[in-house]
């Protein structure tokens, strides 16, 4: 007959793993079957194909174990919790393998070997004492900077922690307690038995000095009984905290790697994305509107708890910039944008009563170049954007068609990011069919968020879509725009979109570089400043968005340099209502630079 | 007992007025304007409304009164820091001088609004895009014409750029360009009966007296045609003239029109040194920037300082005549309080 090892005091153990592997299964079996077909016919492709499948593994050791992307981040929030999870997996794994290797068979029901010393008080299997101690006080080491960063988190450069739900609350005092506990009780263990190694074993011996021996036994059953109850709890309240991410995470990763991708309108992807959040309150200190005070309870963090916890108010998924630096700091690589359009989506029921009949009346000539530029709205309250183009073109001697000149049709983005996703639709398809009648192969545009709009959500049939930065950078390095480096210094500012939307960071910086200086600011690239101006955010009032650029050009200004560059029109309109430092786009620098008169 | 002297910061007309008042008081004035003539902003004016009087028949007998009675006055003198304490206050100038007096009336007046920040509307991008100061002085030398010397057959004037706009962060109201646009509306029809032009508006906002009768004389005689809306953007034409592009909001329709020339009503602003004078001297300024009085009734002119008074447009946009008559109450008040002391 099989041995089964059965004690008592295992039973809270034993009823939480049941509680929680059952009610996982049940929920990665939803999410799983309820993909939308095409995500599951990526899973399906991705899952034969080994290359893919090693590199979701070697990924979920990286990033769920060893947690590499937050030491990118913050060193020391990165030992907190990688002593916690990579330590614990050690202890687990290295638990299982003495177990084995003690009792000489592979199949060991899980209870023996947490409670491994409980039930082999005796057991020496090598240096696995050692080990053993060794890891439980890596853990324990976790446990102490988890609890110095909840009562202190400037310790770990943030300025505020995360505000947690009651079951969070529940799963983090079960979770401090296991460590301890086991310690404890292992050290008891090891005063009655004179067994353990240097930490359980030396705590054992203090014991067994100073406490009398008939009671050693109560105290460490006892103790044995409280760990036990202490893993049930916190695996009981697993689901029904944010501690779902450890089981989330592994398959997140996993269908990621399969390219499955959250959408705007919700999938079951997104709830999994969702559970995958650890709370861990990274994406609150890059907020600028946390930093500013303007809201403290609308961060990416919140937004997810809330949507898990019972769906999040529309007020406070409107709160947002929308700048993707909270998402470029995500440890977890949550689509934090995306997942916040699909809440304004499903929140903002009432679609706009808007008459876009309109659209079918606009009408573009015929393109008398196949190169195109498209100012789009922003462009068109900046029409000194466009004058330099075209003041630019002339000088390199290219032709460009300004196709917006007239009249256009707006990319459709400010509706999307708040959520009315079918009147974005309804712009993209029109302006799909004029772009692609007028007959350009290529799409030049100085507005960042257009251009995000068109590479992203647009099909055109092969167009070339290239921000002006880039073009102009194409027309210096063939030798079509000759210019000499000035005396003028240029601070340049990455916009939002531009930069963390398009990853194009470097072309403005060699157009920049080939006219003058170019000065860099404290916070540039993915961790440049958002100017304020965003679309995005549906509530800000004037003066709010003021503090953010004022905050913004504070930064510019210290750098000394004669212009503030920017790239993107919304940008240039609200860094340069804050600072007595002229704010010009790149286009209108170069412009200065090659010295050619207005055409 | 020696004579009490007051400042008068600001040779505009309040300033101007102020300085006569006191001196009509027995108070004795002192001037300090930053510019190189006395006027202010009227020196740039052609005509004023309602009555069309021409601006220097307002200012020259302020500039004969002020020489007559011989009022000290400082020119060129631009104001570095106002000092003081509940008894005296200093005003240093730039140039290192610095003169004492017992009181001092801030008459520092108005900033224009910078049209270029308002880049849509294409100010310093399209040569036919002017503010109304720019038509004002076209007005004054006779010369009402385009970038090319050719005369407008249509102009639009837009009202409120830099005004109850909070984008360009100014949300106030500056009053006296609705009745100015009507204004120079009419004067552009009379120098060219044939030129269609447009007012977009978002409100008239006519409060004064003989300013309703104006708007209607501009619409039944002058035929000047008013759209309410504001204009979304302007773009320059091959052929220099600008594209404009507003919503009809009565219509409920948008509008484009092409004009040959665009006339921006520039709102009155506070001038940035308003909130350092105000900080030196702990006195006041509302939300808009301007000067705050004391209330904002009888103690209009007054400040929480019971020796600094303020008149004129330094305190919220103003016509010229309630500039003129609010720095007659300055100059009393300060009379007053002067001579009252020992």
Redesign the interface.
């Known amino acids: 007959m099989v041995n089964l090892y059965f004690e008592p005091f295992i039973i809270p153990f034993i009823v939480g793993v049941v509680v929680l592997f059952s009610v996982m299964w049940t929920k990665f079996i939803s999410w799983i079957s309820a993909l939308p077909q095409s995500d599951r016919r990526m899973m399906r492709s991705g899952i034969f194909s080994v290359a893919t499948v090693v590199g979701a593994l070697w990924e979920a050791f990286r990033e769920c174990l060893l947690h590499l992307k937050i030491g990118r981040v913050n060193g020391r929030l990165w030992y907190m919790h990688t002593s916690l999870a990579f330590g614990w997996f050690l202890l687990i794994a290295f638990g299982k393998a003495e177990a084995i290797l003690y009792l000489k068979t592979p199949v060991v029901p899980i209870y023996v070997d947490v409670f491994f010393r409980k039930y082999f008080p005796f057991a020496h299997v090598g240096a696995f004492g050692f080990i053993m101690d060794a890891l439980l006080l890596f853990v324990l080491s976790g446990l102490v900077a988890a609890v110095v960063k909840r009562f202190r988190p400037s310790v770990y450069g943030m300025r505020r922690t995360t505000d947690h739900t009651l079951g969070d609350k529940l799963a983090l005092s079960a979770l401090w307690c296991i460590f301890p506990l086991r310690l404890l009780a292992e050290s008891f263990n090891s005063a009655i038995y004179d067994s353990g190694s240097f930490l359980t074993g030396s705590l054992g011996a203090l014991w067994a000095l100073l406490l009398p021996s008939r009671s050693l036994p109560y105290i460490n059953e006892v103790l044995w009984w409280c760990y036990s109850v202490s893993l049930g709890l916190f695996f009981v309240s697993v689901p029904i905290s944010r501690y779902l991410h450890i089981f989330a995470e592994i398959p997140l990763i996993f269908l990621r790697s399969f390219k499955v991708r959250a959408s705007v309108r919700a999938t079951t992807f997104t709830k999994l994305q969702r559970a995958a959040c650890s709370r861990c309150g990274i994406c609150i200190d890059p907020c600028q509107l946390s930093a500013e005070g303007i809201s403290l309870d609308t961060q990416s963090v919140y937004l997810l708890r809330d949507e898990r916890a019972k769906g999040a108010t529309l007020a406070k998924a409107d709160s947002c910039l929308m700048c993707g630096r909270c998402q470029s700091v995500c440890p977890v690589g949550i689509e934090l944008d995306v997942i916040r359009t699909s809440v304004r989506h499903d929140r903002r029921k009432a679609t706009s009563s808007f008459d876009y009949g309109y659209l079918d009346t606009v009408h573009v000539p015929l393109a008398t170049s196949k190169v195109g530029f498209f100012s789009g709205c922003m462009g068109r309250l900046t029409p000194s954007v466009a004058a330099s183009m075209r003041a630019i073109a002339i000088r390199s001697g290219v032709d460009i068609w300004f196709i917006d000149e007239a009249e256009g049709i707006c990319c459709g983005r400010p509706q999307r990011m708040a959520g009315n996703l079918d009147a974005a639709d309804r712009m993209r398809e029109r302006n799909e069919e004029l772009f692609v009648e007028s007959g350009i192969d290529t799409l030049v545009t100085s507005c960042p968020i257009c251009l995000r709009t068109f590479r992203e959500d647009y099909h055109l049939n092969g167009i070339r879509l290239l921000h002006h930065s880039q073009f102009i950078a194409e027309l210096m390095e063939q030798g079509r725009l000759d210019v000499e480096r000035g005396a003028a210094s240029f601070a340049y500012h990455d916009p939002c979109e531009l930069g963390r939307g398009l990853g194009i960071y470097d072309e403005p910086r060699v157009v920049l570089g080939n006219i003058g200086r170019l000065e860099e600011v404290a916070r540039s690239r993915d961790k440049a400043l958002c100017c304020g101006g965003s679309l995005a955010h549906l509530g800000l009032d004037m003066a709010q968005r003021d503090r953010i650029a004022a905050g913004v050009c504070a930064e510019f200004e210290a750098t000394g340099a004669d212009f503030i560059v920017t790239s993107c029109p919304m940008c240039k309109k609200s860094l340069s209502r804050s600072t007595e430092t002229r704010v010009i786009d790149i286009a209108e620098a170069v412009k200065m630079a090659v010295g050619v008169e207005e055409a | 007992m020696a004579a009490k002297r007051v400042i008068v910061i600001g040779g505009g007309v309040a300033g101007m007025q102020a300085a006569v008042a006191l001196k009509k008081q027995g108070v004795t004035p002192m001037l300090i304007e930053r510019d190189i003539t006395l006027g202010g902003k009227l020196c740039r004016w052609d005509r004023l409304f309602p009555s069309g009087t021409r601006a220097g028949e307002v200012v020259s007998p302020l500039v004969e009164a002020i020489s007559e009675t011989g009022i000290r006055t400082v020119l060129c003198g631009e104001v570095s820091e106002i000092v003081g304490d509940d008894s005296r206050v200093e005003v240093m100038l730039t140039d290192g001088s610095s003169y004492e007096a017992e009181a001092a009336i801030i008459a520092t007046g108005f900033d224009l609004f910078d049209a270029s920040?308002k880049?849509?509307y294409?100010y310093g991008?399209?040569p036919n895009v002017v503010t109304s100061v720019d038509l004002e002085e076209m007005f004054r030398s006779g010369a009402v014409v385009r970038a090319d010397g050719s005369e407008p057959r249509s102009v639009a004037i837009l009202h409120c750029v830099g005004s109850r706009d909070?984008?360009?962060?100014c949300g106030h109201c500056s009053r006296v360009c609705c009745i100015t646009g009507v204004k120079q509306a009419i004067e552009l029809k009379q120098l060219y009966p044939g030129c269609n032009v447009y007012n977009f508006y978002m409100d008239m906002r006519m409060f004064g007296s003989g300013y309703e009768e104006l708007y209607k004389e501009a619409q039944e005689r002058y035929r000047v045609n008013f759209i309410r809306g504001r204009i979304?953007?302007?773009?320059?034409t091959m052929d220099s003239r600008v594209?404009v592009k507003a919503e009809d909001t009565l219509a409920g329709r948008?509008l484009?029109l092409t004009v040959d020339m665009t006339v921006l009503l520039v709102g009155k602003q506070a001038p940035a040194s308003n909130a350092k004078f105000a900080s030196e001297l702990g006195i006041c300024v509302s939300s808009d920037g301007f000067f705050k009085g004391a209330d904002c009734f009888d103690g209009a002119t007054l400040t929480s300082r019971r020796n600094i008074f303020v008149a004129g447009t330094a305190t919220g946009p103003k016509n010229v005549g309630e500039s003129m008559n609010e720095a007659v109450a300055a100059a009393i008040k300060a009379a007053e309080y002067v001579k009252g002391l020992a």
């Open positions: 920040l880049e849509e294409g991008i399209y909070r984008q360009a962060g979304s953007e302007c773009s320059g594209l948008p484009r």
